[in-house]
């Protein structure tokens, strides 16, 4: 049986859900909640692709494989928590961490491939996912503490047999013996999660195969040479689920109509304790206050937790103060929020974050889709006032900011 069940999640705050789901139903998709994740939706109805739809423009939804979304459901990370992401592009995973460890949290998401960091970067940057740190190295290589992270997210590079419906010559290409590389990178990226984990941590080990031997052998493999033992995972309604290792899930993809997905979670024996990390050091270039980058941008961020800007090469770069705690071997970077030149700072005007939670009398409240089309197509509207920028919003949701030029204002990426 063909599997043509698409799915998404939506990619904001709990309060934003009723103004997300309406842009929409504007136009025209349809959708039912799924009862496994609150912020999943199987798509019903797709007049347009999803991809070009409003929502997904502003980073207000996520088109992911339903199965993709289980290993940060069964990590479960609490608010606050700091996660490791240790292959992380292209960051389907990695936004919900960001959103369940939430604004006191931290994750940090490595990339070994150049290519892939960017496109991790990117998303993080369009899903606004400001508690995101990004580094770059092979996942076995990585420059951390032993025992200093409470919790490891491990979806590692695997053959992909789940995924044969979307790529149907996966199977053919990592068949027999071709998947020894896969099945030995595996087993280092496991001995290195083993080393990083903290006593009373929890590792999720997951790939998108069902191949016993990246699978429940790769468990094996951690619990007879890696000290770890078994933490039993409970299964996710809406799934159906094929026989694997006790505590393990081996979605079967047929029966759950999504990508065949295999997850285990480890712990590392020991009493959990408070963690504090070596120690960071100073990072280069030239730190800005929030109080400074109001003074210069006008943009409020006090809703944040502690954090600072950081202007290093013509570009601006938001640090939460928990990520500049960051051991001090390690080469990172936090998130981008716009360039600088001197004094001059230039925020991009895509970022909502920066957008008031509420609008004032300069701000435009669209109540109509069509109308915010119209601005995306290029369409000006007429507009008087003083400020070179106006916050705009679909009802009480936050998009960006329109550039003032003149008595109008218009839309613009850049």
């Known amino acids: 049986m063909k599997n043509t069940t698409r799915s998404f999640r939506l990619a904001c705050a709990a309060d934003q859900v009723p103004d997300v789901e309406a842009l929409l139903r504007a136009e025209g998709f349809g959708f039912e909640p799924e009862p496994f994740f609150s912020m999943a939706r199987t798509l019903t109805d797709e007049p347009v692709s999803l991809g070009r739809s409003i929502a997904a423009r502003f980073g207000y939804i996520y088109i992911q494989d339903k199965s993709s ?9 609490r608010p606050g928590d700091r996660v490791l992401d240790m292959c992380a592009s292209p960051g389907s995973k990695t936004g919900i961490l960001s959103r369940m460890v939430g604004p006191a949290g931290l994750v940090l998401a490595n990339e070994p491939s150049p290519d892939r960091l960017a496109t991790l970067r990117v998303n993080m940057r369009h899903l606004g996912c400001l508690n995101v740190a990004t580094c770059k190295y092979e996942g076995q290589d990585l420059p951390l503490d032993p ?21 149907p010559k996966a199977a053919q290409m990592w068949a027999g013996e071709k998947t020894a590389p896969l099945e030995a990178l595996q087993r280092e990226l496991l001995t290195k999660a083993a080393s990083l984990l903290a006593p009373g941590g929890r590792l999720l080990y997951s790939t998108c195969t069902t191949n016993v031997r990246e699978n429940e052998d790769q468990v094996r493999f951690a619990m007879d040479h890696l000290g770890l033992a078994p933490l039993p995972l409970p299964p996710f309604p809406s799934f159906s689920f094929s026989p694997s290792l006790p505590g393990c899930l081996l979605v079967d993809g047929e029966g759950s ?9 480890l712990t590392k024996p020991g009493q959990e304790g408070e963690l504090e990390w070596s120690g960071g050091r100073e990072l280069p270039g030239d730190r800005i206050t929030r109080q400074q980058f109001f003074a210069r941008t006008g943009l409020d961020t006090s809703w944040l937790p502690e954090h600072s800007f950081l202007s290093v090469g013509g570009r601006m770069y938001l640090v939460f103060e928990q990520a500049r705690r960051l051991p001090g071997g390690l ?11 001197g004094d001059s700072i230039l925020a991009d005007a895509t970022l909502r974050m920066f957008v008031p939670p509420v609008p004032d009398e300069n701000s435009l409240v669209l109540e109509n889709a069509q109308d915010i089309r119209s601005l995306l197509s290029g369409q000006s509207l007429a507009w008087k006032g003083k400020a070179r920028r106006r916050a705009f919003y679909y009802r009480s949701l936050p998009l960006g900011f329109l550039t003032v030029k003149g008595n109008r204002c218009l839309w613009s990426d850049r």
């Open 257 to 265: 109509a999504a990508q065949g997905f295999f997850l285990a979670g």
């Open 69 to 77: 979304m289980l290993p940060p459901l069964a990590l479960a990370p």
């Open 147 to 167: 025992g200093s992270w409470p919790l490891i997210l491990l979806d590692a590079p695997c053959s992909g047999w789940g995924t044969v419906e979307k790529n």
């Open 331 to 341: 080469r990172w970077q936090g998130f981008a929020v716009g360039k600088a030149a």
